[in-house]
Nanobody, 124 residues
Framework: QVQLAESGGGLVQAGDSLRLSCAAS????????MVWFRQLPVKECEFVAS????????SQSDSASGRFSISRDNAKNTVYLEMNSLKPEDTHVYYC?????????????????WGQGTQVTVSS
């Protein structure tokens, strides 16, 4: 079973930057796509960005495009989400997940292991 641990969240002001990290436990990390979703309480999960196993394919939501950047380091079993120009509406719990396969996808059912989430709060 894959275990994922997100880190890097916190309280920042609008316009600031944060870098989220997601460390995976498994040696097969390099063969899986990875994704970041976010969620507000009692709200649907919202796709943020995904990356294929070799970083050859990246997908981003419209809200993330131009401000957020997903990357991965397969040697460290870690995926990152660099978030710039943060806005109050970016306030969510951010989750990473491990893909069932190697290809990037925006769909939740393409991912089968999820981390516990990290809170990002952006004040105005």
């Amino acid at each position: 079973q894959v275990q994922l641990a997100e880190s890097g969240g916190g309280l920042v002001q609008a316009g600031d930057s944060l870098r989220l990290s997601c460390a995976a436990s498994q040696c097969a990390f390099s063969g899986s796509a990875m994704v970041w979703f976010r969620q507000l309480p009692v709200k649907e999960c919202e796709f943020v960005a995904s990356i294929s196993w070799n970083a050859g394919s990246i997908s981003q939501s419209d809200s993330a495009s131009g401000r957020f950047s997903i990357s991965r380091d397969n040697a460290k079993n870690t995926v990152y989400l660099e978030m710039n120009s943060l806005k109050p509406e970016d306030t969510h719990v951010y989750y990473c997940a491990d893909g069932k396969g190697p290809y990037s996808s925006r769909f939740r059912n393409s991912y089968d292991y999820w981390g516990q989430g990290t809170q990002v709060t952006v004040s105005s």
